[in-house]
């Protein structure tokens, strides 16, 4: 796997101090219940740079989601901290969660409207963002009427409106009050987003996903337990262990993008990603 | 067709080989390929014809309220009972365009209406944050959430001797008792409908920033509102009974005429036919309001979900 280095995260981070990373985990762990219970997470240091692309991995049990839900701010570590620096994360999920009352552009105009971005330019960003994943013509659809692939897109692009990606034109505006993050892009947390699509549907928001963050800068934490769309998608992919979720190790991946899910390079990456993923399951079993 | 359109073909082949090269796709045809798709996948739906929703829904009621009138005229034939006792439709009908004649019926339904509407709003106003805080804090929900549950069983009229105690054979009286009756039923349709909001609704909007009363405006009420209107619908029934429940007591010279007090007059009267026909009306505005008012809300907000 010549294109693959193995990295220990001690090492992660690419530049030096100077620069803030987009997120920084520091002995993290969370434990739920009364103190003494077995925690989830379990001391998690983790870098992410600006505009990386980092893909979480693991089996059931890894804590994947409560991570991200506390790099989001929606949890507090038992222990450790989380920073993120740049504007408030956006938060996407394995279901669309878009709001059935309203019609998709207006799902992402509410998104604009909760981080202050005045009103006349709501609709201008909404449409604008609706063409990035090309759903143009879906601005006045509810969300029964898309399908689920569709859906995914206008939960995507809504996320992209809460992080501020959509900004990038007038950034100097400051929209949500925090222009003196100009350095840092957004920063997007995707929780599993593609699980419950089938898979030719799946393929094709890959390829979405690579379009707009070659458009836009973007730094991004993928969590999934699909190690091919890990290898698909990410810059870096970090393997979590389960019960508790401990970084068991890394890989980055050197493979250009836009990659294809069925190439070589993919297949060899994943191969080895699987064979070590499978021995920590295993281990669970000899318990 | 046209078989040979040159650009049709030339995109197919485009595709085929891109795939069977391997390498990236070139953007344009990643955007044909996804258009396919979203072509392909877009549930699609049919309205019914008219004729179709005249068959299925307007049909069946209208049979089953004949056959009810014709059974009703049979049995009113048959003399089972003398028929000052049990007159038939024909002659309900002739008390009911008797009334209508002196020129009574629109006061009389004008009065009850009216003391609905007005009890029915100010039960909305007072239900809706009562089913809020119930709904969204805990010790409160607790505290008082069953009672709210058991007050729903406990017939409105019952509350008619007090309310006399307490105000007298006033309206006062009269829009007491619709309050009790129909603020329980609004709070708790409203508590419902917070219960049955999909858990990633409100993670949804944490996520975004909806928090505190944002959160409650542009997530929470919109979310609970198929819930709410059920509850408001209820809450307009339990009005309704619990008016004519009041009027039906509660009468008094001083107070207008209204269709309780009518078919109380009914009763003193021996009036079999004013009786029905007080009856009748009744409950045809009931059911009117309901079908012209709610039902028509609910489906438009059922169906702009797609549910």
Same mark, same amino acid.
């Given at each position: 796997?010549?294109?693959?280095?193995?990295?220990?995260?001690?090492?992660?981070?690419?530049?030096?101090?100077?620069?803030?990373?987009?997120?920084?985990?520091?002995?993290?762990?969370?434990?739920?219940?009364?103190?003494?219970?077995?925690?989830?997470?379990?001391?998690?240091?983790?870098?992410?740079?600006?505009?990386?692309?980092?893909?979480?991995?693991?089996?059931?049990?890894?804590?994947?989601?409560?991570?991200?839900?506390?790099?989001?701010?929606?949890?507090?570590?038992?222990?450790?901290?989380?920073?993120?620096?740049?504007?408030?994360?956006?938060?996407?999920?394995?279901?669309?969660?878009?709001?059935?009352?309203?019609?998709?552009?207006?799902?992402?105009?509410?998104?604009?409207?909760?981080?202050?971005?005045?009103?006349?330019? &709501?609709? %201008?960003?909404?449409?604008? *963002? @609706?063409?990035?994943?090309?759903?143009?013509? !879906?601005?006045?659809? $509810? /969300?029964?009427?898309?399908?689920?692939?569709?859906?995914?897109?206008?939960?995507?692009?809504?996320?992209?409106?809460?992080?501020?990606?959509?900004?990038?034109?007038?950034?100097?505006?400051?929209?949500?009050?925090?222009?003196?993050?100009?350095?840092?892009?957004?920063?997007?947390?995707?929780?599993?987003?593609?699980?419950?699509?089938?898979?030719?549907?799946?393929?094709?928001?890959?390829?979405?996903?690579?379009?707009?963050?070659?458009?836009?800068?973007?730094?991004?934490?993928?969590?999934?337990?699909?190690?091919?769309?890990?290898? &698909?998608? %990410?810059?870096?992919?970090? *393997? @979590?262990?389960?019960?508790?979720?401990?970084? !068991?190790?890394?890989? $980055? /991946?050197?493979?250009?993008?836009?990659?294809?899910?069925?190439?070589?390079?993919?297949?060899?990456?994943?191969?080895?990603?699987?064979?070590?993923?499978?021995?920590?399951?295993?281990?669970?079993?000899?318990? | 067709?046209?078989?040979?359109?040159?650009?049709?073909?030339?995109?197919?082949?485009?595709?085929?080989?891109?795939?069977?090269?391997?390498?990236?796709?070139?953007?344009?045809?990643?955007?044909?390929?996804?258009?396919?798709?979203?072509?392909?996948?877009?549930?699609?739906?049919?309205?019914?014809?008219?004729?179709?929703?005249?068959?299925?829904?307007?049909?069946?009621?209208?049979?089953?309220?004949?056959?009810?009138?014709?059974?009703?005229?049979?049995?009113?034939?048959?003399?089972?009972?003398?028929?000052?006792?049990?007159?038939?439709?024909?002659?309900?009908?002739?008390?009911?365009?008797?009334?209508?004649?002196?020129?009574?019926?629109?006061?009389?339904?004008?009065?009850?209406?009216?003391?609905?509407?007005?009890?029915?709003?100010?039960?909305?106003?007072?239900?809706?944050?009562?089913?809020?805080?119930?709904?969204?804090?805990?010790?409160?929900?607790?505290?008082?959430?069953?009672?709210?549950?058991?007050?729903?069983?406990?017939?409105?009229?019952?509350?008619?001797?007090?309310?006399?105690?307490?105000?007298?054979?006033?309206?006062?009286?009269?829009?007491?008792?619709?309050?009790?009756?129909?603020?329980?039923?609004?709070?708790?349709?409203?508590?419902?409908?917070?219960?049955?909001?999909?858990?990633?609704?409100?993670?949804?909007?944490?996520?975004?920033?909806?928090?505190?009363?944002?959160?409650?405006?542009?997530?929470?009420?919109?979310?609970?509102?198929?819930?709410?209107?059920?509850?408001?619908?209820?809450?307009?029934?339990?009005?309704?009974?619990?008016?004519?429940?009041?009027?039906?007591?509660?009468?008094?010279?001083?107070?207008?005429?209204?269709?309780?007090?009518?078919?109380?007059?009914?009763?003193?009267?021996?009036?079999?036919?004013?009786?029905?026909?007080?009856?009748?009306?009744?409950?045809?505005?009931?059911?009117?309001?309901?079908?012209?008012?709610?039902?028509?809300?609910?489906?438009?907000?059922?169906?702009?979900?797609?549910?």
């Amino acid at each position: 796997m010549s294109q693959a280095t193995t990295l220990t995260a001690a090492t992660a981070g690419a530049a030096g101090d100077a620069a803030d990373p987009a997120v920084r985990l520091t002995g993290l762990t969370k434990t739920f219940g009364r103190p003494g219970t077995a925690p989830v997470i379990d001391g998690i240091d983790l870098t992410v740079d600006p505009g990386e692309f980092v893909c979480l991995l693991g089996a059931s049990g890894c804590g994947k989601s409560t991570l991200l839900n506390i790099i989001a701010g929606l949890e507090r570590p038992t222990t450790g901290t989380a920073e993120t620096h740049g504007p408030r994360p956006a938060l996407m999920f394995q279901e669309h969660a878009l709001f059935p009352w309203l019609t998709a552009g207006r799902n992402i105009e509410l998104a604009l409207r909760l981080r202050g971005v005045p009103k006349p330019r &709501r609709a %201008g960003i909404a449409a604008e *963002l @609706l063409d990035l994943v090309r759903l143009g013509g !879906a601005q006045r659809k $509810r /969300v029964h009427e898309l399908s689920g692939g569709m859906r995914q897109r206008v939960a995507l692009a809504r996320a992209l409106a809460q992080s501020g990606a959509a900004d990038s034109a007038d950034s100097a505006d400051g929209a949500d009050g925090s222009g003196a993050t100009g350095a840092h892009p957004p920063l997007l947390l995707m929780d599993e987003p593609f699980a419950a699509l089938d898979a030719i549907t799946r393929d094709v928001l890959h390829d979405e996903l690579t379009r707009i963050r070659a458009a836009r800068p973007l730094t991004v934490v993928f969590v999934t337990h699909n190690v091919r769309e890990a290898v &698909r998608l %990410g810059e870096r992919v970090v *393997l @979590l262990t389960s019960r508790p979720g401990r970084i !068991a190790r890394e890989w $980055r /991946v050197d493979l250009p993008q836009p990659r294809r899910i069925e190439s070589a390079g993919v297949a060899d990456l994943s191969l080895e990603i699987t064979d070590q993923l499978r021995e920590e399951i295993r281990r669970h079993g000899r318990r | 067709m046209a078989a040979a359109d040159p650009t049709e073909t030339g995109e197919t082949t485009g595709v085929t080989g891109t795939a069977v090269a391997g390498t990236a796709t070139p953007d344009h045809d990643d955007a044909g390929l996804e258009a396919g798709l979203d072509a392909l996948e877009t549930p699609r739906r049919e309205r019914p014809s008219l004729l179709t929703v005249a068959r299925t829904k307007v049909l069946p009621p209208v049979v089953a309220v004949v056959l009810v009138l014709l059974v009703w005229q049979l049995v009113a034939a048959a003399h089972i009972k003398p028929s000052y006792a049990l007159p038939g439709p024909i002659a309900v009908w002739h008390a009911f365009l008797h009334q209508w004649y002196l020129g009574t019926v629109g006061g009389i339904v004008g009065t009850s209406l009216g003391r609905g509407a007005l009890g029915f709003l100010l039960s909305v106003v007072l239900g809706t944050p009562l089913g809020l805080v119930v709904a969204r804090v805990r010790f409160v929900r607790t505290a008082i959430g069953p009672i709210l549950s058991g007050l729903q069983a406990l017939p409105s009229v019952a509350w008619v001797p007090a309310a006399i105690i307490w105000f007298g054979l006033s309206n006062a009286t009269i829009y007491a008792v619709i309050l009790l009756g129909a603020v329980p039923s609004i709070a708790n349709g409203l508590v419902a409908g917070v219960e049955q909001i999909p858990p990633i609704h409100l993670r949804a909007g944490r996520v975004l920033g909806a928090t505190g009363l944002r959160g409650i405006r542009h997530v929470l009420l919109p979310a609970a509102l198929p819930g709410y209107l059920a509850g408001l619908k209820q809450g307009w029934a339990f009005a309704w009974r619990s008016l004519m429940a009041a009027e039906l007591i509660t009468t008094s010279p001083d107070l207008g005429l209204g269709l309780g007090q009518f078919l109380d007059q009914g009763r003193e009267l021996s009036d079999m036919p004013m009786v029905l026909c007080a009856i009748v009306l009744i409950l045809v505005v009931g059911v009117g309001i309901e079908l012209l008012v709610f039902t028509p809300l609910t489906r438009r907000v059922l169906t702009s979900r797609g549910l």
